[in-house]
T-cell receptor, first 112, second 115 residues
Framework: NAGVTQTPKFQVLKTGQSMTLQCAQD?????MYWYRQDPGMGLRLIYY???????DKGEVPNGYNVSRLNKREFSLRLESAAPSQTSVYFC???????????FGQGTRLTVV | AQSVAQPEDQVNVAEGNPLTVKCTYS??????LFWYVQYPNRGLQFLLK??????LVKGSYGFEAEFNKSQTSFHLKKPSALVSDSALYFC?????????????FGTGTRLLVSP
């Protein structure tokens, strides 16, 4: 039982390159989230999916897209990476909106 | 609008002493409050939450937090700190009438427990 699995763990991109961050959960949860963590700023929500087939913007969605591929998987795509997207990205999931979330181990992304 | 403040960037405490990590919040209605802990190179782990009921909430690893509505605070406490408690702690809040996607995180407080 892995919980929430993110891949890759580390990535270095050049400005303008694209990449997809993968997230998979085996907890049978409905809701999934993507956050970014920056020093001194806590966690900020990028996108979320309340249930399979739905996605919505969070606080900082610009420059990102998401896909809720099925109930287990929720991917985050950077179409044209910028240095401002250097951050640690976390995927999280919960059974529903009223419950605490479980987080993956994070992806440390550097854009040069 | 919802907001949460963790006024201390770092808290230092000696092993065996009690610890407190402070959190104050602002919501328009009734709050749902959470504490999470982050160990190095790991994701956030849930510690405890206040939804309703008793103001003193007990959570994982011997931590507890007290909800104080008049002071709009939700401080995290532990009677006796361990070196292994050293980590980054996040307080989070949302209004009861909003969904988890509206959860607002504080900037975090680094707890350093010395032997």
């Amino acid at each position: 039982n892995a919980g929430v699995t993110q891949t890759p763990k580390f990535q270095v991109l050049k400005t303008g390159q694209s990449m997809t961050l993968q997230c998979a959960q085996d907890m049978n949860h409905n809701s999934m989230y993507w956050y970014r963590q920056d020093p001194g700023m806590g966690l900020r929500l990028i996108y979320y999916s309340a249930s399979e087939g739905t996605t919505d913007k969070g606080e900082v969605p610009n420059g990102y897209n998401v896909s809720r591929l099925n109930k287990r998987e929720f991917s985050l795509r950077l179409e044209s990476a910028a240095p401002s997207q250097t951050s640690v990205y976390f995927c999280a999931t919960n059974r529903d909106s009223n419950n605490e979330a479980f987080f993956g181990q994070g992806t440390r992304l550097t854009v040069v | 609008a919802q907001s949460v403040a963790q006024p201390e960037d770092q808290v230092n405490v000696a092993e065996g002493n009690p610890l407190t990590v402070k959190c104050t919040y602002s919501v328009s209605g009734n709050p749902y409050l959470f504490w999470y802990v982050q160990y190095p190179n790991r994701g956030l782990q849930f510690l405890l939450k206040y939804i309703t009921g008793d103001n003193l909430v007990k959570g994982s690893y011997g931590f507890e937090a007290e909800f104080n509505k008049s002071q709009t605070s939700f401080h995290l406490k532990k009677p006796s700190a361990l070196v292994s408690d050293s980590a980054l702690y996040f307080c989070a809040v949302r209004d009861k009438n909003t969904g988890f996607q509206k959860l607002v995180f504080g900037t975090g407080t680094r707890l350093l427990v010395s032997p």
